[in-house]
C-alpha cells in the first residue's frame, strides 16, 4: 500500500495540515469489531431484500416512488454508526467546527463489479465553495485486499476547482503521484475531502469476494448545500427523531444548512 497511516486518536496539528495538504486521511481498523458484526448482516439485508432497489428507485422518481418504506439511518448500526462519537469527534477535528450529516450509501458490492472512474464528490460549485470542507467517510467492514476492488486517491487534488468528472476520461487508469490502498484490516475508514478525486480500481483477478460498503458525508456548517436525497428532510427528522447526534450535536441534523432539492446556482 502506497499511502500513509495516520493514528486517529492522537492527531497531531503536522497530521491535521497533511490532510489538508493532501485530502484524505486513512484509519486501519477504526470501527469496533461488534459494530462491524452488526453492520454487515443490516447490508445483507439493505442488498438482498430490495431496499438498496428502492432507495435508488426513489432518488431517480420521486415522483413515483415516493419515500423510501425504510432508510439506511433508521437500521440500528447504521444510524449508530453516522453518530458514532470517535468519529464525529475526529470530523470536528479535521473540519474545525461545526458540521451537518449529508446521506448514507450502503452496499455489498459483487465480486468483479466494475471499476469508477476517477471523480470527486463535492457538492458546492465555484471556488467560493472550497472555503467550507465535505467530507466522505468510506468504511470497509471486511477491509481491503487483493480480493476486493483497491481504493485510488489523487493527494492534492481538493485544491483544484474542477468539475467531478474532469477526469472521468482517465476511466480507472493509474494516474502520477496517486496512492492506492489495497491492504487495510476489517472496519477500516478512510477519509476524503470529498473534492479529492478518487477512483475504484477492479479487483485485478480470481474469482475475489463481496465488498462491504458504506459511505457517510458531512459537511462543514456556514454556508448552505445542495442535498442530493429527495427525502431530504424526512432523512434528517428520522435521524433527530432517533436520537442519533446523542444529544451532543445540535447541527448534525439541521435543515437550516440545505438548499432546496435541485436548486442550482
Same mark, same amino acid.
Given at each position: 500500500?502506497?499511502?500513509?497511516?495516520?493514528?486517529?486518536?492522537?492527531?497531531?496539528?503536522?497530521?491535521?495540515? /497533511?490532510?489538508?495538504?493532501?485530502?484524505?486521511?486513512?484509519?486501519?481498523?477504526?470501527?469496533?469489531?461488534? $459494530?462491524?458484526?452488526?453492520?454487515?448482516?443490516?447490508?445483507?439485508?439493505?442488498?438482498?431484500?430490495?431496499?438498496?432497489?428502492?432507495?435508488?428507485?426513489?432518488?431517480?422518481?420521486?415522483?413515483?416512488?415516493?419515500?423510501?418504506?425504510?432508510?439506511?439511518?433508521?437500521?440500528?448500526?447504521?444510524?449508530?454508526?453516522?453518530?458514532?462519537?470517535?468519529? $464525529?469527534?475526529?470530523?470536528?477535528?479535521?473540519?474545525?467546527?461545526?458540521?451537518?450529516?449529508?446521506?448514507?450509501?450502503?452496499?455489498?458490492?459483487?465480486?468483479?463489479?466494475?471499476?469508477?472512474?476517477?471523480?470527486?464528490?463535492?457538492?458546492?460549485?465555484?471556488?467560493?465553495?472550497?472555503?467550507?470542507?465535505?467530507?466522505?467517510?468510506?468504511?470497509? $467492514?471486511?477491509?481491503?485486499?487483493?480480493?476486493?476492488?483497491?481504493?485510488?486517491?489523487?493527494?492534492?487534488?481538493?485544491?483544484?476547482?474542477?468539475?467531478?468528472?474532469?477526469?472521468?476520461?482517465?476511466?480507472?487508469?493509474?494516474?502520477?503521484?496517486?496512492?492506492?490502498?489495497?491492504?487495510?484490516?476489517?472496519?477500516?475508514?478512510?477519509?476524503?475531502?470529498?473534492?479529492?478525486?478518487?477512483?475504484? /480500481?477492479?479487483?485485478?483477478?480470481?474469482?475475489?469476494?463481496?465488498?462491504?460498503?458504506?459511505?457517510?458525508?458531512?459537511?462543514?456548517?456556514?454556508?448552505?448545500?445542495?442535498?442530493?436525497?429527495?427525502?431530504?428532510?424526512?432523512?434528517?427528522?428520522?435521524?433527530?427523531?432517533?436520537?442519533?447526534?446523542?444529544?451532543?450535536?445540535?447541527?448534525?441534523?439541521?435543515?437550516?444548512?440545505?438548499?432546496?432539492?435541485?436548486?442550482?446556482?
Amino acid at each position: 500500500m502506497s499511502a500513509a497511516l495516520l493514528d486517529a486518536p492522537r492527531l497531531t496539528p503536522d497530521q491535521l495540515d /497533511r490532510f489538508d495538504r493532501l485530502g484524505y486521511l486513512v484509519l486501519p481498523g477504526f470501527l469496533p469489531g461488534d $459494530l462491524v458484526a452488526r453492520l454487515k448482516p443490516e447490508v445483507d439485508l439493505w442488498v438482498d431484500n430490495g431496499l438498496r432497489a428502492r432507495s435508488i428507485a426513489s432518488c431517480l422518481d420521486p415522483d413515483a416512488h415516493g419515500v423510501p418504506p425504510v432508510m439506511e439511518i433508521e437500521l440500528p448500526a447504521h444510524g449508530e454508526l453516522v453518530g458514532h462519537p470517535p468519529l $464525529l469527534s475526529l470530523l470536528a477535528r479535521l473540519m474545525r467546527g461545526d458540521f451537518v450529516f449529508h446521506h448514507l450509501h450502503s452496499d455489498r458490492q459483487a465480486p468483479q463489479v466494475p471499476g469508477k472512474p476517477w471523480h470527486h464528490d463535492y457538492e458546492q460549485s465555484g471556488a467560493a465553495g472550497r472555503a467550507h470542507p465535505m467530507v466522505h467517510a468510506l468504511h470497509y $467492514l471486511d477491509g481491503l485486499d487483493p480480493e476486493v476492488s483497491a481504493l485510488a486517491v489523487l493527494p492534492g487534488s481538493h485544491h483544484e476547482i474542477a468539475a467531478k468528472s474532469a477526469r472521468a476520461h482517465h476511466g480507472t487508469d493509474p494516474l502520477p503521484g496517486e496512492a492506492v490502498l489495497d491492504d487495510l484490516p476489517p472496519g477500516s475508514t478512510v477519509i476524503l475531502h470529498s473534492a479529492l478525486f478518487h477512483a475504484r /480500481r477492479p479487483q485485478p483477478s480470481g474469482p475475489g469476494r463481496p465488498r462491504y460498503f458504506v459511505d457517510a458525508s458531512y459537511c462543514r456548517t456556514g454556508t448552505r448545500w445542495p442535498p442530493v436525497k429527495p427525502y431530504w428532510r424526512h432523512m434528517l427528522a428520522r435521524s433527530r427523531a432517533l436520537g442519533l447526534d446523542h444529544g451532543q450535536w445540535p447541527e448534525l441534523f439541521a435543515e437550516r444548512h440545505f438548499t432546496e432539492y435541485g436548486q442550482t446556482d
